[in-house]
């Protein structure tokens, strides 16, 4: 398969003879995506940790910066005079931003987690003040000042940040939703997308938009999701909204939804990438993953290896003179031990975060390229 439109393309270089999972490119003006792939998350313009320099030299292709992060602060207005997020954080590569609306509706919301620790959808001290068509009226969390993000002012700032990849503007529902508020949330996310690819053509510049495929875990509003987002020409597809609470819920919502994706076009999964959710989840033929389970995992001393998560901060690890991981080339495991990283972890060094970090992204990259290997052999 092969899509081109402007300045963004991609190409299935292999569909495996074993599943749905396939290896392709994807192309944008800073460079090449190989998929499938993982991809980072930098909330505020940083992986937290790490720099944008040193998470080239991993080799992490594609990273995620967070909209909703961002307008707040710096504000798209500061990122725009520096001339886009590449310049502002000094990133070559391909960046994917997101339309800020997750952040906002898990405010309003909750998360999953909360909610099925029976909090329902009851608003917490939520800073969302009012969901209304035009777009959703919240409260900055830094400063106490009123912002209005719609599919307008989503895009916007997306083009004020210049990321190679938009996402459209979508409301989250709650997991527990009653069926008539979910077919409402439904059906005003997709009229949000269409406002929000109307704003993109009216400015297209060299960015790609991907819409949102929705319906919670109802399978039929998923296949009608993908009916209704193919009429448009959104250059990739996002799989969010509510994935289920457990990973079998997911897996199930996959095998209803990605056979009615459009072939040629990439997708990607939001906010899933860790490692067990992503080898089940490439056989559907899932291109990109976002996460920031790696860095996350990092900070709390847990090392992925191939003989599974080690955490360091264990008390066994105090004399532990090996490298986290002997075939592993990355700047920690060449040149600091086990045991050293445990005493940066006991004393709260900084450091800690820096190396674990680098490891668990090093891992990431090195992993997705043994899976493409995998697929090629049709091994998936």
């Not at 009653?178 to 949000?192: A, C, V």
């Amino acid at each position: 398969y092969y899509f081109h439109h402007m300045h963004f393309q991609f190409e299935v270089l292999h569909q495996s003879k074993k599943s749905s999972a396939r290896v392709g490119r994807i192309h944008t003006p800073h460079g090449i995506i190989d998929t499938p792939n993982f991809v980072g998350v930098g909330t505020n313009g940083t992986m937290k940790a790490l720099d944008y320099v040193s998470v080239e030299e991993i080799g992490l292709q594609l990273m995620f910066c967070n909209t909703y992060h961002l307008v707040l602060q710096p504000g798209p207005e500061v990122v725009r005079a520096a001339g886009g997020l590449h310049r502002y954080i000094n990133r070559k590569m391909p960046l994917i931003t997101d339309s800020g609306g997750f952040q906002v509706f898990s405010l309003a919301y909750g998360s999953v987690a909360d909610e099925l620790k029976s909090r329902g959808t009851k608003k917490r001290e939520s800073s969302v003040l009012k969901i209304s068509e035009e777009g959703v009226l919240f409260r900055s969390y830094i400063d106490g000042s009123k912002i209005l993000l719609t599919p307008e002012t989503s895009i916007a700032a997306q083009k004020d940040f210049g990321a190679d990849i938009m996402i459209t503007f979508d409301e989250l529902p709650p997991y527990h939703i009653g069926e008539r508020q979910l077919k409402e949330s439904f059906d005003r996310t997709h009229r949000w997308q269409k406002r929000s690819l109307q704003a993109h053509k009216n400015d297209p510049r060299k960015q790609a938009l991907y819409a949102v495929i929705h319906g919670g875990v109802d399978w039929e509003l998923r296949r009608q999701s993908c009916s209704i987002l193919r009429e448009d020409d959104y250059e990739g597809f996002a799989i969010g909204g509510s994935l289920g609470k457990t990973k079998e819920e997911m897996y199930q919502l996959l095998v209803h939804t990605t056979p009615h994706l459009p072939k040629e076009k990439p997708n990607h999964l939001l906010g899933i990438g860790d490692l067990t959710s992503v080898i089940a989840a490439i056989p559907f033929g899932i291109d990109t993953f976002d996460s920031s389970y790696p860095t996350k995992m990092a900070r709390h001393g847990v090392l992925l290896t191939h003989d599974g998560p080690l955490n360091v901060t264990k008390g066994e690890h105090k004399k532990n003179f090996t490298p986290i991981s002997p075939s592993c080339s990355c700047y920690a495991c060449k040149n600091f031990t086990v045991a050293y990283l445990n005493h940066l972890f006991k004393a709260k060094e900084l450091l800690a975060y820096t190396l674990a970090t680098i490891h668990n992204l090093t891992f990431m990259v090195e992993k997705m390229k043994s899976l493409r290997e995998d697929i090629f052999m049709d091994k998936i």
